[in-house]
């Protein structure tokens, strides 16, 4: 198949395994789904949704983050990992929303990548799902199977959200990084990857990486 073909079995594919698309990180609000997608750096959304109700309690607004002291919110998250990192980015940001922003996110990508703690990946996130604006945040999973797939060379985060945002109609950027994260945890794993299961790559898959893995189920 061509490379466009390609594009168009991946996104038909995902479309029919998810036509409802469930949000990874609960959340109510810009607010709450930025502080749970900065939690959830090098953590898992289990474990961040398990903690946020807790911290979400105390503190669901800049304002009432702001009653808390750096370390009061470090010892709510610390199950997630990186809490001293991250305690001091939520306070730090909840103060600037306020100051600038009137307690509230802005929907800007520069705006929002000035904040303490928060990337272009966190940004993205956060453009895409609490404004709707078209964006294509690059997890592991989507970098692990964009090369998987043959879509991009792999060489860096950067590279693949470039490489996605040229391939796939800029109308579908918003559901498809979502669908592609699901595909990656439930189909195209790092860990305890079965290729029989997954279609994608079975299908359009990078042959280097196809010969790999039944090279390393014989070994």
Do not use: C
């Amino acid at each position: 198949m061509s490379k466009q073909e390609n594009v168009e079995f991946v996104i038909s594919t995902l479309k029919n395994l998810y036509p409802e698309i469930p949000i990874p990180l609960d959340h109510k609000d810009p607010y709450t789904l930025l502080i749970a997608v900065l939690m959830s750096a090098q953590s898992t959304d289990v474990r961040v949704n398990q903690i946020t109700p807790l911290l979400f309690e105390k503190a669901d607004n800049p304002y009432d983050m702001m009653k808390l002291s750096v370390e009061e919110i470090r010892e709510i998250i610390k199950p997630v990992g990186l809490s001293p990192m991250k305690s001091k980015g939520i306070y730090g940001l909840s103060k600037i929303l306020i100051e600038k922003y009137n307690g509230e996110v802005p929907q800007d990508f520069e705006a929002l990548e000035s904040l303490p703690s928060v990337g272009h990946k966190t940004a993205s996130v956060v453009m895409s799902q609490a404004f709707g604006v078209p964006a294509f945040p690059v997890d592991t999973h989507i970098h692990r199977l964009m090369y998987r797939w043959n879509l991009s060379n792999g060489k860096n985060v950067v590279q693949t959200e470039k490489d996605a945002k040229r391939l796939f109609p800029e109308e579908l950027w918003n559901d498809l990084h979502l669908q592609i994260i699901w595909y990656g945890r439930q189909y195209s794993p790092a860990r305890g990857w079965d290729l029989e299961k997954d279609i994608i790559t079975k299908t359009i898959g990078r042959k280097s990486v196809i010969e790999e893995y039944y090279k390393s189920k014989k070994s």
